[in-house]
């Protein structure tokens, strides 16, 4: 049984203007059953929000830190919570 969750993950580096957005939406697509948004943020950082099953955003998180993603990530900081709900799709804003 899949344990649904909330990801709210922060991710610092030469992430904005790099495409690092629709890649993370791209990937995140490729879990499946995925609902939220990546964002940039003004202090340089990308926002990811995302709700669904556990290890889905296990893979998502592992992919983000180890990945061969767009510019460079220095660090990606987490926190895990409880579905709120009101997502359709995984959007880029």
């Not at 180890?66 to 995984?90: A, L, M, N, Q, S």
């Amino acid at each position: 049984m899949n344990e649904n969750v909330r990801l709210t993950a922060w991710v610092r580096g030469r992430v904005q203007g790099v495409g690092f957005r629709w890649w993370t939406r791209a990937t995140a697509l490729e879990t499946g059953g995925v609902a939220g948004y990546v964002s940039n943020l003004a202090d340089g950082r990308v926002q990811v929000v995302a709700e669904g099953d556990r290890p889905s955003y296990d893979r998502l998180l592992d992919w983000l830190r180890h990945g061969d993603t767009p510019g460079r990530v220095d660090g990606v900081t987490e926190i895990w919570g409880d579905p709120r709900g009101g997502y359709e799709g995984f959007q880029i804003r």
